[in-house]
């Protein structure tokens, strides 16, 4: 069985500084991982998605994450945060068997703060 | 965006009720999910489909059914509401094209609320 750990279930940061939500994962297989963000009283978004291509993975709005197997981590980085950052984080774990399930994680609110 | 519409998008209802949850997608996908979201435990698998008539379970299944008659729709049924069941309840579709295709597309969401 798979499962997803987020450390943090709040970040909170100054705009213009690095971001950083964490997201370690269990797996009996290899896995395919993703990063999915939740705006206000929406549904949820792909940042970007692992499905054992490059172990560096960039998705939109400028955050990219890197897969570890070593430290079974995959997580979520932007260089520079923006206010329109500011939303609620998921990481996801599938093993992309026949019948795909994808199991997610707590979630991590990140703050931009002005 | 993938076409997927959550029906109603609001319910009170009251406890011992039943109720159920519409989920429609005009993607074709072969892959459909019901998940819960609740503050701290992010999105937690309730049921899924993976083709028409077939359904099985997630880790928070007790006291919801489904059913999916038809590749375009997946319902969710609460079949006696109780208090512990008011949520965010999201739809999810995925188009089940290969491994390399993984990727959940998200309904709006339906908030639930049983008094």
């Known amino acids: 069985a798979q499962s997803v750990t987020q450390l943090g279930s709040h970040v909170s940061v100054s705009e213009g500084a690095l971001v950083l939500l964490r997201c370690n994962y269990s797996?009996?297989?290899?896995?395919?991982l993703f990063w999915y963000v939740q705006y206000p009283n929406q549904g949820l978004q792909l940042l970007l998605k692992?499905?054992?291509?490059?172990?560096l993975v960039k998705g939109i709005n400028g955050f990219e994450a890197e897969f570890k197997k070593s430290e079974t981590s995959f997580h979520l980085t932007k260089p520079s945060a923006h206010m329109s950052d500011a939303a609620e984080y998921f990481c996801?774990?599938?093993?992309?068997?026949?019948?795909?399930?994808?199991?997610f994680g707590s979630g991590t609110r990140l703050s931009i703060r002005p | 965006d993938a076409g997927i519409t959550q029906s109603p998008r609001h319910k009170v209802t009251e406890t011992g009720t039943p109720v159920t949850l519409r989920c429609h997608q005009t993607?074709?996908?072969?892959?459909m999910y019901w998940y819960r979201q609740d503050p701290g435990h992010g999105l937690r698998l309730i049921h899924y489909?993976?083709?028409?008539?077939?359904?099985d379970k997630g880790e928070v299944s007790d006291g919801y059914s489904v059913s999916r008659s038809k590749t375009e729709d997946f319902l969710l049924t609460l079949e006696s509401a109780t208090s512990s069941q008011t949520s965010v309840y999201f739809c999810?579709?995925?188009?089940?094209?290969?491994?390399?295709?993984?990727?959940?597309?998200f309904g709006q969401g339906t908030r639930l609320t049983v008094v």
């Open positions: 996801a774990v599938s093993t992309g068997s026949s019948a795909s399930k994808i199991i």
């Open positions: 797996s009996s297989v290899p896995p395919y």
């Open positions: 692992y499905t054992s291509a490059a172990t």
């Open positions: 993607e074709n996908h072969r892959y």
């Open positions: 489909s993976y083709g028409v008539k077939d359904t």
């Open positions: 999810a579709t995925e188009s089940g094209t290969g491994f390399k295709n993984t990727e959940a597309f």
